[in-house]
């Protein structure tokens, strides 16, 4: 079955710190790859996507995301970390080639803390 | 430019009882989804609706439905409410239906099942 998992339900890092947030899937055709953030009371940001090229795709707010075939790996970063960042973070799959619809498999998300 | 719309943004309703879930797209959109996210959880794919035509649907009961109006706007109507329906009900749009289209969603709509 298609799945998305992150291990990571709750992270804390100092604000100005560096940030990983690991995500694996489990997809028997190519995948589409999507980061979103969710702030509180707020709906779905789409962060950036992978549909092919270069693994290593940028979004908005300064992440960064790479895709590791090998590792099944999606895995969201940011080199410094700012406290507006706190949120939750989901990562989620669509089939690729050949996929006529857009529904997405979301992850279970990780929720970021940002200390000062 | 307006984004995506939804209402009402909470309710409350009881055990048994029936819900209309509205949406409007971003203009010129023409594919919805409905995505159910439980507290604590990843939102949950229900419908994707495009063109007015079911596009996908979800592993959810028939009790769950879904419509595509002619100016794309959507409704999802729940019936026989059960306490585990409560959740945040995402309403999505995309320009195209298919898995290149971006999704864009809204806020929600916070449903609570006494």
């Known amino acids: 079955a298609q799945s998305v998992t992150q291990p990571d339900i709750h992270i804390t890092v100092s604000e100005g710190a560096s940030l990983e947030l690991r995500c694996n899937y489990s997809y028997g055709a190519t995948p589409y790859l999507f980061w979103y953030v969710q702030s509180p009371g707020q709906g779905l940001q789409l962060l950036l996507k992978y549909f092919s090229g270069d693994t290593l795709v940028q979004g908005i707010k300064g992440f960064e995301a790479e895709f590791k075939r090998s590792q099944s790996s999606f895995n969201l970063r940011k080199p410094s970390v700012h406290w507006s960042d706190a949120a939750e973070y989901f990562c989620a799959v669509v089939r690729g080639y050949g996929g006529a619809t857009n529904k997405l498999i979301f992850g279970t998300g990780t929720l970021l803390a940002v200390q000062p | 430019d307006a984004g995506v719309t939804q209402s009402p943004t909470h309710l409350i309703k009881t055990r048994g009882q029936h819900v209309t879930l509205r949406c409007s797209p971003i203009?010129?959109?023409?594919?919805v989804s409905w995505y159910q996210q439980v507290l604590g959880q990843g939102p949950q794919f229900i419908f994707q609706?495009?063109?007015?035509?079911?596009?996908g649907r979800g592993n959810f009961p028939d009790r769950f439905s879904a419509r595509q109006f002619p100016n794309y706007s959507s409704e999802l109507n729940v019936n026989a409410l059960l306490l585990g329906d409560s959740a945040l009900y995402l309403c999505?749009?995309?320009?195209?239906?298919?898995?290149?289209?971006?999704?864009?969603f809204g806020e929600g709509s916070r449903l609570t099942v006494l």
């Open positions: 203009s010129g959109h023409k594919s």
């Open positions: 999505a749009s995309s320009l195209r239906g298919s898995n290149t289209g971006e999704l864009f």
């Open positions: 609706y495009y063109e007015k035509e079911e596009r």
